[in-house]
């Protein structure tokens, strides 16, 4: 039984970069998903407050994605005020999608080892499957508790697109070592690093002298 399935990368994307989308698009690739929704939130709970604005950060992400087929970004998180909570924004998509659709929530292995700081993190799986993708350089430690909830939830990747939500798996992809914070403080220096940005994020960027210098585009909102 194959349900249609799409994927969801929540983040601050402060900026996007390439290990976000070429994370994104090989997932779906190997786990046979339609789609990847790439979610920037509007005040991340767990962190400290972006440097670029909601409006900039998701039109950096919507330039990502533009052209890569089974990418979208979706700005439900920047449209409601306050911290963006993942659960809120799962229930959101499942009550969109209905009920015969497999769900899954992708994090990377840093975020999964916060896991139980997050609100409501087992409700998650009321609503969605969730994926923890291995990120280079981030042995996975959650805590027994967590760790103890998701062994029970156990499933082969390639088995998600069979089950709509509840589900747990580990999938390793190619490691891309990139990171927001080694992009922005590049920046911060006054280099590009292109290597590590989709070309018109990096183009962006430039137009709109993003986090060059001083922190002055702080979120305000
Ligand atoms: P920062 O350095 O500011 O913490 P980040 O690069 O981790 O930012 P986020 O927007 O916080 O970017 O990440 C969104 C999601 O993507 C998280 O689940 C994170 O684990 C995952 N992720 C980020 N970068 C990578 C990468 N290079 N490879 C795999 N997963 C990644």
Redesign the pocket.
């Known amino acids: 039984m194959n349900l249609p399935a799409i994927a969801i ?6 900026p ?2 390439i ?2 989308v070429r ?1 994104a698009q090989e997932l779906c690739h190997r786990l046979g998903l339609n789609q990847c929704l790439l979610v920037p939130c509007h005040l991340p709970p767990h ?1 400290e407050s972006p440097q670029s604005s909601a409006d900039h950060r998701l039109q950096m992400v919507e330039l990502a994605v533009a052209g890569i087929d089974g990418l979208a970004a979706d700005d439900r998180e920047l449209r409601r005020s306050g911290p963006s909570y993942t659960v809120d924004t799962l229930a959101e998509i499942r009550a969109e999608q209905g009920a015969a659709v497999s769900v899954n929530f ?6 999964y080892n916060n896991l139980h700081t997050w609100s409501r993190w087992q409700s998650l799986f009321e609503f969605a499957n969730v994926v923890v ?1 291995h ?2 350089g981030f042995r996975e430690t959650p805590v027994p508790e967590v760790r103890d909830y998701a062994a029970t939830r156990l499933v082969d990747p390639e088995r998600l697109k069979d089950i709509s939500h509840g589900a747990m798996a580990h999938v390793a ?1 190619t ?8 992009v ?1 403080e590049y920046l911060q220096r006054g280099v590009i690093p292109g290597d590590s940005l989709p070309a018109g994020v990096a183009d962006y960027i430039k137009q709109h002298r993003l986090y060059f210098g001083e922190p002055e585009n702080a979120d305000k909102a």
Do not use: N
């Open positions: 990368l929540g983040g601050t994307f402060d996007v970069h290990g976000h994370s962190r992708v994090m990377g292995s840093d975020a993708m990120r280079d992809l490691p891309w070592p990139q990171s927001a914070t080694q922005r």
